[in-house]
């Protein structure tokens, strides 16, 4: 297998990209490309070399565009293939790389191909999906197996009135697709090989844990805890043995030695080991993997029930986390590093404060940017936009990963109330709303309502234009922060050398160095209140900070709520 020996993206930053909530160009409530081609200037002025756009496949968006009808055609509300063809070309004159969300483990189920599968019994689409006939007992009809889907209680959904049933990972409308078959895997090459011809710098790979299923789909024997009849089995349908041989194929057939990135979302269940076979620098076949394991590290993961208070960051849980990860790849594999994505809150929800915004905002940008690997961070985590705070059970609902729940949860008994609050700190929809612009009507993102939710960023001083004027503004220390690390000497130095964590056990701060020529220090107070920290370093200068002054003595560092550094210490 051929890969690149200094690829690219170990000199960038990149940057996560909801289309569909960054901005309007053709002001119909809706985000599109001619609206993120016209906002180029602004990811190329904050430092960002590469953007992974989810899903912007024709798709009837049931799921957000992860259910694609049909891969050879941009979804109209996005635009069409020249504005594509438009965006490679202005982003690439002003040297950013194009990633392109690519669901590869399921279609939507208007896709043709599963069309012609329902109707054609004895089609080569058949074959495609997973149909299996359903079991009979005592004359009832039951699914093929008990396993759960992530999206809703049973894997499988029956075909009309039939004794036949398709299998899914995610909703109801994203039937999976069956990997065993080679015509299939062929299919996925050519639209790889598609994009890849009209210019696209690479790929993350939805979903891609799932390809390979357990294909004897016998029952799980895990505990079926809610007693629904069904048990969300990981081992059944993720991240199994045969995966590796998919992705190999996938990569020596559609990638063939191109200067190309292949991006797995490999999920939550995959152990740091497993994860180094897949993104081998010498012969994994992906490149970059994302795992989940830094997202959740405050109980907020399913915590309807627990009050906002009982939501706190696990700071030794995070760093044993980001530590294990580094630890198993350093040596072996590049990696990326991100706090949240579009299917989590935004991180100022999640590890940051409301009340310290700006300070934890910044304080998340520098401890981020300074580990081992290649940052990502999420559209507006630039500007400390924040959760819908203010959102109602309606905007929730419009996500169909949210959907079916909300209902599970009045069915258990919960008050709407409970659930607003555990949504509103939880639900990714969170992270999906609106960009924030400018203080104009639709914070500057449309001159019409946006049809996602929209939160109150834009009118609290919290949007792009405002930001930018302010030079001590989150958005300008993310400029300032993302610039130093991509100097070659430090990006070297995050990179080479070894990272070592400084007083280990502090509950409350996250430290860690880098030893060179000149050797770097971050600091950082993860608490929304004073802390101290033994500091037994000589400061020789101070690259980055959030606050003003240095509280330090006698060897004892007082730290402000979510103070954070970048020192150079000798
Ligand atoms: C992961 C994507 O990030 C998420 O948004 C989507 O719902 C699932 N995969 C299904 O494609
Ligand atoms: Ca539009």
Redo the contacts with the bound molecule.
């Keep these: 297998m051929e890969k690149h020996t200094n690829p690219w993206w170990r000199e960038e930053v990149g940057y996560i990209l909801y289309p569909e909530s960054f901005k309007d160009g053709n002001n119909d409530g809706i985000g599109d490309l001619p609206g993120l081609i016209s906002k180029l200037d602004y990811l190329k002025n904050l430092g960002v070399g590469m953007v992974w756009i ?1 899903p912007i496949f024709s798709s009837p968006m049931e ?2 565009g ?2 694609v009808s049909d891969y050879y055609a941009i979804n109209p509300r996005f635009g069409t293939m020249e504005d594509l063809k438009t965006l490679l070309e202005e982003a690439h004159k002003r040297g950013i790389k194009i990633i392109l ?1 690519f ?1 590869l ?2 279609t939507s189920k208007e896709h043709p191909w599963f069309q012609k599968a329902l109707k054609e019994k004895d089609s080569e689409e058949r074959k495609y999906y997973l149909i299996r006939k359903g079991k009979w007992i005592d004359g009832k009809l039951y699914p093929p197996s008990n396993w759960g889907s ?2 809703t209680p049973s894997c499988w959904e029956r075909i009309g009135d039939s004794d036949e049933y398709y299998f899914h990972s ?1 909703g109801t409308s ?1 039937p999976d697709v069956d990997w065993t078959n080679p015509n299939l895997r062929k299919k996925y090459v050519e639209i790889a090989d598609f994009y890849i011809s009209l210019g696209v710098d690479g790929f993350r790979l ?2 891609v844990a799932h390809l390979a299923k357990d294909m004897s789909f016998e029952d799980s024997s895990l505990p079926d805890e809610d007693g629904d009849g069904f048990v969300l089995d990981p081992s059944k349908f993720s991240n199994r043995p045969e995966l590796l041989s998919y992705l190999k194929e996938f990569r020596e057939e559609a990638i063939r030695g191109r200067n190309v990135c292949l991006i797995g ?1 490999v999920g939550g269940s995959i152990q740091p080991s497993e994860g180094v076979t897949f993104a081998n620098r010498h012969h994994g076949p992906l490149d970059l993997l994302f795992n989940f394991d830094t997202v959740w590290n405050n109980g907020n993961f399913g915590s309807i029930g627990k009050k906002d208070e009982e939501i706190v960051t696990n700071v030794m849980q995070l760093k044993h986390n980001f530590t294990r990860w580094y630890d198993a790849c350093h040596k072996e594999c590049d990696m990326p590093l991100y706090w949240c ?3 989590h809150p935004r991180v100022l929800g999640q590890y940051g404060s409301r009340e310290y915004r700006k300070e934890s905002a910044k304080a998340l940008c520098l401890t981020l940017l300074f580990l081992y690997g290649t940052p990502f961070f999420y559209q507006g985590e630039e500007l400390a936009m924040d959760n819908l705070v203010e959102g109602s059970i309606a905007d929730f609902a419009q996500d ?2 949210t959907k079916d729940s909300i209902l599970a949860y009045r069915k258990a008994g919960y008050t709407d109330e409970e659930i607003l609050s555990f949504l509103r700190r939880s639900a ?1 929809i969170n992270a999906r709303s609106i960009f924030s612009w400018e203080n104009a009507p639709y914070g500057g993102f449309s001159s019409v309502a946006p049809i996602l939710p929209q939160g109150k960023d834009y009118l609290e001083g919290y949007d792009a234009h405002t930001e930018e004027l302010d030079p001590y503004s989150v958005l300008n220390f993310y400029k300032m922060a993302i610039q130093i690390r991509k100097q070659k000497y430090y990006n070297d130095l995050v990179l080479d050398s070894q990272l070592e964590w400084v007083d280990w056990n502090h509950q409350d701060v996250i430290a860690y160095l880098h030893r060179g020529y000149q050797t770097i220090m971050v600091v950082t107070n993860m608490r929304p209140y004073q802390v101290y920290f033994t500091f037994n370093f000589q400061i020789a200068d101070i690259l980055l900070h959030n606050y003003d002054g240095v509280l330090l003595n006698n060897h004892v560092l007082t730290l402000r709520p979510f103070e954070s550094f970048l020192f150079v210490v000798k």
Excluded: I, L
């Design positions: 989810c799921d957000n992860y259910d969300d669901v483990n399921h992530f999206f995610f994203m939805d979903a979302e994505n579009h299917d169909v990963g990714r």
